[in-house]
């Protein structure tokens, strides 16, 4: 019973390029969230998607950032253009419901931009 | 919106000692209160959870206590052990409700010296 996969683990990216994250959330889990992790800080919300649905994104930055859960496949987080200040950890959670909001977090994706 | 203070930001004990964990939230509508263990380098474990209609909850050496009114919640972990060394996240949420992020605390590091 795998928990929520993240990948890559690791991500080095130049300024200007792109970035994507890849999410695939608990078995049965229709509800991700992502959140973003600077050093010392605690998770930052970024977004709330269900299969094809974006819920909420009042967390993520207007420009450059955008996100996707598709009917078929992970949920992917897309940064374009990076720039040094996008370096963070980045973390999905996913939820079997909206009752409950039981959040199960995946190891992460650490972004490095040079 | 919500804002979750967490306090000591460094905490240090003797394996064996007890360790405590303040957070207080702001949004008098939070109901839903997890706790998080994250170890160097993975991401965040949910440990225990509490929801408003109750003031305590125990999980063999983990408790967390909600005082509604103070609008603070507490994790106390009893014989710690140099495994419980970690950071460790408040967070609270409105559940259900319109978008379910969860808000975090900046986190504590727990150091439990053998």
């Known amino acids: 019973n795998a928990g929520v996969m993240q990948n890559p683990r690791h991500l080095v990216r130049r300024r200007g390029q792109e970035a994507r994250l890849r999410c695939s959330p608990m078995?049965?889990?229709?509800?991700v969230y992502w959140y973003r992790q600077l050093p010392e800080e605690g998770l930052k919300f970024m977004v709330y998607?269900?299969?094809?649905?974006?819920?909420?994104e009042s967390g993520m930055p207007k420009e450059r950032f955008s996100a996707e859960f598709p009917k078929e496949g992970p949920s992917i987080l897309r940064i374009q253009q990076v720039v040094r200040g996008d370096s963070a950890a980045y973390f999905c959670?996913?939820?079997?419901?909206?009752?409950?909001?039981?959040?199960?977090f995946g190891a992460g994706t650490r972004l490095s931009v040079l | 919106g919500e804002n979750v203070e967490q306090h000591p930001s460094t905490l240090s004990v003797q394996e064996g000692d007890s360790a405590v964990i303040k957070c207080t939230y702001s949004?008098?509508?939070?109901?839903?209160f997890p706790w998080y263990k994250q170890e160097l380098g993975k991401g965040p474990q949910l440990i225990i959870d509490?929801?408003?209609?109750?003031g305590e909850k125990k999980d063999q050496r983990i408790a967390v206590t909600l005082n509604k009114t103070a609008k603070h919640f507490s994790l106390h972990i009893t014989e710690t052990q140099p495994e419980d060394s970690a950071v460790y996240f408040c967070?609270?949420?409105?559940?259900?409700?319109?978008?379910?992020?969860?808000?975090f605390g900046k986190g504590t590091l727990l150091t439990v010296n053998p």
């Open positions: 959670a996913s939820s079997p419901d909206r009752v409950s909001n039981i959040q199960y």
């Open positions: 078995k049965g889990h229709s509800h």
């Open positions: 998607l269900q299969k094809e649905n974006i819920i909420d």
């Open positions: 949004d008098s509508a939070s109901n839903y």
């Open positions: 509490i929801r408003s209609n109750v």
């Open positions: 967070a609270a949420s409105i559940s259900p409700g319109s978008n379910y992020k969860l808000t």
